[in-house]
C-alpha cells in the first residue's frame, strides 16, 4: 500500500463530524497534517510490529535449551549480535522522528515532499515483511545446519538493509526540514 493509499484510508475513516469541521477555513490544512502525521506513525508501527515478529521466532527457535546447546561458539555468537542489532533497528525505528511536526513543533517538515517520506516508510514495511519471512524460515531449520547458517547471513544482511533505510529516511527528512 502506498503512503497516499494509506493516507485515503484514514480520510475514509473520519466520522461525520471531522468532515463537517473539515469545510471550516483553515480546519482542513491543519487536519490534512494530523493525518500525515498518523498515517506516518502507522506505517512505522507496522514495520515495528513485523520487526517483533521476526524478534520472537528467533527466540523460539531457541526456547530448548538442548537444542540451543548444539549451537557452536561462532554460531552462537553471530545470532546474538544479530539479536542484538534488530533489537538496535526496532529501536530506531520505533523511535524515529514523525515525518509531519505538529502545529506548534519548532521543526516544520515541508508538505509538498511528504509523499516521499510515507513512500519510503512503505518500503520500510516490505523490508520488515521479508526480516520476518526470513527468521520464520530461519526458526524452522536445524540449528547450525549449512543451510542455517546461509539463512543467519542473508537474515543479517536484511537487518543492515533495514538500518540503511532509516538512516535515508533520517536524511529525507533532514533535507524537507526548512
Keep these: 500500500m502506498s503512503g497516499g493509499e ?7 475513516e473520519m466520522g461525520l463530524l471531522e468532515r463537517l469541521i473539515s469545510r471550516i477555513p483553515g480546519y482542513r ?28 521466532a528467533l527466540r523460539r ?11 557452536s561458539d561462532e554460531d552462537s555468537w553471530r545470532l546474538n549480535a544479530l539479536m542484538s ?8 525505528l520505533d523511535r524515529a522522528v514523525a515525518g509531519y511536526a505538529g ?24 523490508k520488515a515483511e521479508a526480516i520476518r ?3 520464520e524460515a530461519l526458526a524452522g531449520m536445524e540449528l547450525g545446519s549449512g543451510d542455517w547458517r546461509r539463512e543467519l547471513e542473508s537474515l543479517s544482511l536484511k537487518v543492515d538493509e533495514m ?6 529516511r533520517a536524511n ?3 533535507g524537507l526540514v526548512d
Design 103 to 126: 502545529l506548534f513543533d519548532s521543526v516544520k517538515v515541508k508538505e509538498d515532499k511528504l509523499d516521499a517520506v510515507l513512500q519510503h516508510d512503505v518500503g520500510l514495511i516490505e
Design 133 to 135: 519471512s526470513c527468521a
Design 163 to 168: 538500518d540503511s533505510l532509516i538512516d535515508k
Design 172 to 174: 529525507l527528512l533532514r
Design 85 to 92: 542489532r534488530l533489537d538496535r533497528v526496532v529501536q530506531r
Design 61 to 71: 527457535s531457541l526456547a530448548n535449551p538442548f537444542t540451543a546447546k548444539r549451537l
Design 6 to 12: 494509506k493516507l485515503e484510508g484514514i480520510r475514509r
Design 29 to 56: 490544512g491543519y487536519k490534512e497534517k494530523e493525518l500525515r502525521r498518523e498515517s506516518d506513525r502507522l506505517v512505522r508501527m507496522e514495520a515495528v510490529g513485523k520487526l517483533r515478529d521476526a524478534k520472537n
